[in-house]
């Protein structure tokens, strides 16, 4: 069984910046895709962020030069640093872990934390 835990969502202002974690228990950690992606209230889930277990990353156009991902696999933690923050950056935000090398589709990602809220004032 595989857990995800997602931690370090919080209020800030535009502009302002927050690191979210997810720690990661029973999987092979170094061997998967992470990935973050976030939901707005009435809104799809969509992607935010992956790094495959080569180091390779990719992001959605809104975030980029904005956020970074990035793993620490003694840890078998994921981290996601944002910067820049936006009131349209306001969301639930979900670890998630996928098989495959490259992917933003949410049905190719499998297991998914309970989400943190993260919130953004004008």
């Known amino acids: 069984q595989v857990q995800l835990e997602e931690s370090g969502g919080g209020l800030v202002q535009a502009g302002g910046s927050l690191r979210l974690s997810c720690a990661a228990s029973?999987?092979?950690?170094?061997?998967?895709?992470m990935g973050w992606f976030r939901q707005a209230p009435g809104q799809e889930r969509e992607f935010v962020a992956a790094m495959n277990w080569s180091g390779g990353t990719w992001y959605a156009e809104s975030v980029k030069g904005r956020f970074t991902i990035s793993r620490d696999n003694a840890k078998s933690t994921v981290y996601l640093q944002m910067k820049s923050l936006k009131p349209e950056d306001t969301a639930v935000y979900y670890c998630t872990t996928s098989f495959y090398y490259r992917s933003s589709l949410r049905s190719q990602y499998d297991y998914w934390g309970q989400g943190t809220q993260v919130t953004v004032s004008s």
């Open positions: 029973g999987r092979t950690f170094r061997s998967y895709t």
